[in-house]
């Protein structure tokens, strides 16, 4: 009995510190107020084998928050660029979205990977965090309506998976192979496919599977893929998985066309793939390069990093600026103003001329179909 | 009659062509099966020694594979850039692996297990579930976190008659397996240092008695096996044509699987569990489903665990007093 006393005693003693912490928390944030300082959160896959995707999201928030401070920052407030790694896992993700959210962060640009993103949406919405991806393209996040305060620069990848099929029409595939990679985002990407060919009168789905990413091989799924008579494979999933299949596909005869989608329209696929990469198409953001800013953008990284951006860079400086642009609009940080200035007000992007509809997605932001030519990926024309 | 007769025919050649599609496709499907065994028996078998000799489940010994592979990747860089013919590139890549992969296994059964040797079983456990993470992250540090392309060392050559079937890295892959499996048995039989292991196995304070180094054979042990890790590790590497950091975490999952699957501690039953292994998750792809890879293979390991707990050739434990 005395044991349990002491226990209520205890607890009560705890959730009075606990109580005393929290008011001590909200002066320290009003003292902190005048500091002028405008945070941008930014996270996503920062190392790990996905970094690639991850890392030119950090530089793009780095150059616009240097250039909007150069010019006297947001409503008088410097802009501070406040990176977390998400590694592209979802139970990082959730981790880096706590983090950013008990600092008080009220903009993240990110998460780059679709899981990451939906993981850590959770926690943005309950604390009414805008987040904006400039590259998380599963269709659910803006389509369900689950989470006002999800935009994203990029287009979904239904829109993508229409081009897709369309592009597998127009090269006159009539039995088409649909592989994924079991991934929020390969799966999604392969389910939109599949949809679009079934209901297409004159094509037809020879094969439908997903793999186990990092399998030791995967002839048994190629020799299958022979097996059913495909005359095409589209692949949803990332390029250590598709470098894989189109290298077994070639090395085992079998030269249909591989078509896949803008997580295998990284260059790293060529590198890895080599000579067996000739010929593949994959879809990604539509050529924006007579867009004004986005030289502006370009110079910018050279100068500053001395090399050509990465992937998702152009989408992430749009992200960024349309942030911040909402910020300066709606006068404040406050949830609700910043969302209404996405909504309503235009922006000068690399992307073009911006704003997002109802759903988070940006108007005017498209797809194109790439192949690799002579080791590089090349626009072809709609 | 005679229209008759060839309508009657036509279905036969429609159905021999098919059988004939049928047979193929399970040929395919066999030696697809047959490659990814032999490559999971090559690192079992480390496991299984291992494990038969003190009882320890090294969970470094994926990456040691993953080691292999990188290794074998730097020499074939060098020798490639100073113009080696493909197959003497091949046979020396394997070799400096083999060589670097083995003073890998041997450091890390000094650093890790060795202080180790009289604790309880779960600290060197931990000791080797940290080295894993250690090398993995090492090797990520040094060399990249990117997926390298890793060149097909391994020259094509047409196999008469099984064109399309199986190609040329794969009847290598099998071939080497083998001659190593085979190897490795008569060693264990008939070597001196194999019956000293397999004394050691059996009562490692009686062989002490008998004046066997029991630290010389554990080293050698770790040896040995990493050797064939690392044989696997170019093998494989150069016939997928990539790898990172992280390959060796689930190549040495399914090899540990496929120990587990043929008895941990026994040679004959890591080389019997992955070819089995192997085979089933080829013909779970072919027949059923890539979804169900997994699944079919652990769902197997399950079963043959019920009615043999010990695995397939695994001795059943008997109790000591």
Redesign the interface.
Known sequence: MRGKWSLVVFAMAIMAFAVAGCSSGEEKKAEEAPAKKLVLGVAGAH???L??YGLPTVNAAKLVAADINAKGGVLGMQVEVFAQDDQCKPEMATNAATKLVSDDVKIVLGHICSGATKAALEIYKDAKVVCMSPSATNPPLTQSGNYPNFFRTIASDDAQAILEVKFAKKLGLKNVAVIHD?GDYGKGFAEFCKQFVEADADMNVALF????P????????V??I??SGADGVIFGGY??EA??IV??MR???LDIPFLSDDGVKDD?FI????E?AEGVYATGPRDISANKLYSVALEEHKKEFGSEPGAFFYQAYAAALALLNAVEKAGSTDYDKVVEALRTQYVETPLGKIKFDKRGDAEGVGFSVYQVKNGQYVELAN | MNSRGQAAACPLIVYGNRIG?LME?FL??FF??L??GS??ALIALGYTMVYGIIELINFAHGEIYMIGAFTGLIVAGVLGALGFPGFAILVLAVIVAVIYSAAYGFTIEKIAYKPLRGAPRLSPLISAIGMSIFLQNYVMLAQT?????FPSLIPEFKIPGLT?II?S??VVIVAVTVVVCVALTLFIKYGKLGKAMRATAQNRKMAQLVGISVNTVISATFVIGSSLAAVGGVL?AS????I?Y??G???GI?AFTAAVLGGIGSIPGAMLGALILGLT??FA??YV???Y??VFAFALLVLILIFRPAGIMGKQPTQKV
């Open positions: 190392s790990g084998d970094a690639s079991k599977e997903g793999v186990t990092g399998a030791v091989d995967y002839s048994a799924v020799q299958k022979k097996n390029h250590p470098s894989k290298t077994s090395k085992k005869g790293t590198k890895v793939a080599g067996y | 599609t496709y395919e499907l697809g099966g490659t990814r490559i999971y976190s990117d997926f390298l392309p399309g190609t890295s794969e494989i016939h997928i044509g990539q990172n992280y390959i975490f689930i190549a399914k998750e080829a792809t072919g489903s890539s979804d890879e997994d």
